[in-house]
């Protein structure tokens, strides 16, 4: 395994070191990074960067279900407070001697009811969020689009496989504006592609041989990102066997081998330095472990497949790419 440095951090040259693998050869190709131009002076050397191809200038859009119609008018709940609050009014104007008590409850319920009113407002619902969240995408894009989803009702066809990160901040199809039918995608805590293991990582393995053997993608990209809270609990978690979470530990666990790296190579950096380079790190881990699956072997042999890492820098609004040449070497007798 090598090294060398790309635009500001290390991509690992992975060379496979299962026994099947002794023939196989890999290389690292150019990285692709989209950076943002916040000075003139970069913006001059980002003028001959090129654009990744993942990155299209269509808008994205959901898939199709049943419309919902809710209701909501703004006099709801107002009428109730305007009827109180005149009610006891007129009892103050009726009974002059409960003018002061009156007064007092006047107050207290106008207090009490506007408090109600206004948290009532701005409390979050989760269902009309979702309704009208859909009626949005039914009206500007499903409807707008009648084309696009006739044809994706009759099946898909991706060009991409994607592993992202369950992180709510970084979504493939919002970063990479896919359309609907274009990425076949996973997610899961920090990216990670666990090694061939039918007993272990089962649902990962039939995702990518389902993607690779049935829809033939002929991309599989692998996202990192920036501020990942799966790779921060790598780098953190002791990983001793003395377990502290269910789940979480055994997962991240995957990308041992980037930690490995980092804290060799990065041992006396800020803690914030060495996440930020495994983050990387372990996205070639995971391309490493792809080549355990022996249909995704087949398919870069044949030329029908191709592997790529990519990484997401959502706080300077950067976007880096990065592939693998994959080739098999002349064999040698002794």
């Known amino acids: 395994m090598s090294t060398a440095p790309l635009s500001g951090f290390f991509l690992t040259s992975l060379s496979p070191s299962q026994p099947s693998l002794q023939k196989l050869s890999l290389r690292s190709s150019p990285t692709v990074a989209c950076l943002p131009s916040s000075s003139s002076s970069s913006s001059s050397s980002s003028s001959s960067r090129s654009v990744p191809t993942l990155i299209r200038n269509e808008p994205v859009f959901a898939a199709p279900a049943p419309i919902i119609t809710p209701y909501w008018s703004e006099e709801m709940g107002s009428e109730a407070y305007e009827e109180a609050v005149e009610a006891l009014k007129k009892l103050i104007i009726e009974k002059e001697e409960l003018k002061t008590v009156a007064a007092t409850k006047v107050g207290q ?40 989803y006739g044809e994706l009702a009759k099946g898909q066809s991706p060009k991409f496989m994607v592993f992202a990160c369950s992180d709510s901040r970084v979504c493939p199809s919002h970063v990479l504006n896919f359309q609907p039918g274009e990425a076949f995608v996973v997610r899961n805590i920090a990216n990670m592609v666990p090694p061939f293991d039918k007993v272990h990582y089962g649902g990962v ?96 042999v044949k030329g029908t497949l191709a592997l790529k890492g990519g990484y997401y820098d959502f706080i300077k609004g950067a976007f880096e790419l990065w592939g693998l040449e994959f080739g098999l070497s002349e064999t040698s007798s002794v």
């Open 109 to 148: 319920i106008t207090a009490a009811l506007q408090t109600g009113t206004s948290s009532d407002k701005k409390a979050f619902d989760p269902v009309e969020n979702i309704k009208q969240g859909f009626i949005t995408f039914k009206k500007e894009k499903y409807e707008t689009n009648p084309a696009l």
């Open 205 to 300: 393995g039939a995702a990518i041989e389902y993607a690779v053997l049935h829809l033939k993608v002929e991309n599989i990209v692998v996202i990192g990102h920036s501020a990942c809270g799966g790779i921060k609990g790598l780098m953190s978690f002791p990983l001793d066997g003395n377990n502290s979470t269910d789940f979480i530990e055994d997962w991240v666990k995957i990308c041992l081998p980037a930690k490995s790296k980092v804290i060799s190579e990065l041992g006396d950096s800020a803690f914030e330095d060495q996440c930020g380079r495994c983050e990387r790190e372990a996205v070639n881990v995971s391309l490493a472990n792809l080549l355990t699956y022996p249909f995704v072997r087949e398919g870069l």
